[in-house]
Structures are given as C-alpha cells and as structure tokens.
C-alpha cells in the first residue's frame, strides 16, 4: 500500500531564519507531487507541483522554493523566513494513470514564524 | 475568475441529517471533490463527481448538477465523529484543484 509522510510536524523559527519541510512517497512510482498552505478561513493554495525529478511547477511567487532530488522525495525550503509564510503546510501525491486525480496528503507540517 | 463557495460553518445534532452545499466556477470542469478534515489533520478523501447525480457511498452520498454549477454533501446518521470541516475542490481544465474554504460542522448531542 503506499503512504506518505512529511517531516517535522510542527515548526517554530524566527523571521529570516532557512526552512525545510521534507516529504516522502512510499509504495508507488512517478507519482506527481503538491506542496500547499492552509491558512485559517482560507482554502488550500496550491504552492508547488511537480510530475518528475527536477520538474518544478510554482503556482504562487514567493520567498518558498521546492526541490525533487528523487522520484518520490519533495522538499520546501527557504533561505529567510517571513511572519506571513506561518500556516499549515501539506505534501500530497496523485497517481497520474487515474483520471479521478485523488490527492492523497501527509500529515501535516504547522509552521509558526515568530 | 474561479471560485468556490460553501458555507462557513453548520451546526447539526447527532443522529440527523445534514446538507452541505457548494457552487463552484471554474475554467472548465474535470470533476468535484469532497474531503474531510479533522482539526489539525490532513484532509482525507471523501468523494468524485463527475457526471450529474447522486453518488451514494454509507452514511455519506454526493450530488453533482454540472449545469448549475452545484454540489451538495449528505451525511446521515450524524455521529460525533463527523464533527469537522468538508472541503469542496473543483478540478478544471487543466486538472488543477480550486478549493473552497471549507465547512465546519459542529455536531450537538
């Protein structure tokens, strides 16, 4: 069966201060690969997807970066953190051969930026 | 511009029914989604509309009319476990998911 799981689950940094929130997929292959933030009252944002290594789709332009060194590996950095960058972060993965494109999310990463 | 609309927040009583609405507009249309999130959770999948009707799944069906631009989520038999937010995703034509805000449901004894 596959699973996901994003690592750490919760985050206190100060303003300007790198990130990494990591993300992996296990049980599956070539999945495709999201990164959201859930802020309060508000509806998912689509921050980063990707269909493979290396390919990166940024949906909002921000101070957030994402990576994929592997298949099923996705990684969200920032080299300085912003007060407004605080919320709930979501990894999720699809299997792109279904048409229904169900996301399947990890746990959750809540980020507090102080 | 594309957009969903739910409502903010439902109060129901245990053992009830209950109807959670949401329209939706988007560029193109490739299916309606609802997702539960129990606070402080990941959201987990629900349903898939994609054709008009009504999709029955347990305790939990939805509905679909592509025309209106409208579905609904129908839980019955409300336990207090069901207490907890529905999203509502749009997928459009380019297989992308607009979200709603979400509904919390509080359920009362």
């Known amino acids: 069966s596959q699973t996901i799981h994003q690592w750490p689950a919760t985050l206190v940094q100060p303003v300007g201060s790198p990130l990494s929130l990591e993300c992996t997929v296990e049980g599956t292959s070539n999945p495709n690969l999201y990164w959201y933030r859930q802020a309060a009252g508000r509806g998912l944002q689509l921050l980063f997807y990707s269909v493979g290594i290396g390919q990166i789709s940024s949906e909002v332009p921000q101070n957030l970066s994402a990576s994929r060194p592997q298949d099923r590996q996705f990684i969200l950095s920032s080299k300085k953190l912003l007060l407004s960058d605080s919320g709930f972060y979501l990894c999720a993965w699809s299997d792109r051969d279904k048409d229904t494109g169900e996301l399947f999310f990890g746990e959750g990463s809540r980020l507090t930026v102080l | 511009g594309q957009n969903i609309d739910q409502p903010t927040e439902m109060t129901a009583t245990e053992g009830a029914i209950v109807q959670i609405n949401c329209t939706y507009q988007t560029s193109g249309f490739n299916g309606l989604f609802w997702y539960q999130q129990h606070a402080g959770e990941a959201p987990t999948f629900l349903s898939y509309?994609?054709l008009d009707g009504l999709e029955e799944k347990g305790r939990f069906s939805s509905f679909l009319s592509r025309s209106k631009g409208y579905s609904y989520l129908l839980l019955k038999e409300l336990q207090m476990k069901d207490s907890a937010s529905y999203l509502c995703a749009a997928m459009d034509s380019n297989y992308q998911l607009i979200w709603g805000a979400g509904t919390k449901l509080i359920i009362k004894p």
């Open positions: 509309n994609v």
